[in-house]
Nanobody, 126 residues
Framework: QVRLEESGGGSVQAGGSLRLSCAVS????????MGWFRQAPGKEREPVAA???????VYPDSVKGRFIISQDNAVKSLSLQMISLQPDDTAMYYC????????????????????WGQGTQVTVSS
């Protein structure tokens, strides 16, 4: 069982920045990839970043160049640095772990995660 706890969400104006953090605990051995996804009311879940055990990263076109995912295996944490935030980025953001792989299709990131946290709200005002 993997446990994930997000922090760092909040409210910012358009153009602002936020850094989300995720504390990871439990049985993390053998996890191939981790990531972040978001979900806004009435919208589908959208993966916004993923990183594998070798440090390779991937992003959908919607956040590429604005979001950076990083991990610190020594302290078992995952982060998401977000810059140039826009109102469309408003959503609940979830830290997630364990996927079999990922793909990018039509500019969208496809990744199915087995574990995720409770989420942290990000609100961007215009």
């Amino acid at each position: 069982q993997v446990r994930l706890e997000e922090s760092g969400g909040g409210s910012v104006q358009a153009g602002g920045s936020l850094r989300l953090s995720c504390a990871v605990s439990g049985s993390t051995e053998g996890i191939y990839c981790m990531g972040w996804f978001r979900q806004a009311p009435g919208k589908e879940r959208e993966p916004v970043a993923a990183i594998d055990s070798e440090g390779h990263t991937v992003y959908p076109d919607s956040v590429k160049g604005r979001f950076i995912i990083s991990q610190d295996n020594a302290v078992k944490s995952l982060s998401l640095q977000m810059i140039s935030l826009q109102p469309d980025d408003t959503a609940m953001y979830y830290c997630a772990a364990e996927c079999d792989g990922w793909g990018v299709q039509g500019g969208q990131l496809r990744a199915d995660f087995s574990y995720w946290g409770q989420g942290t709200q990000v609100t961007v005002s215009s």
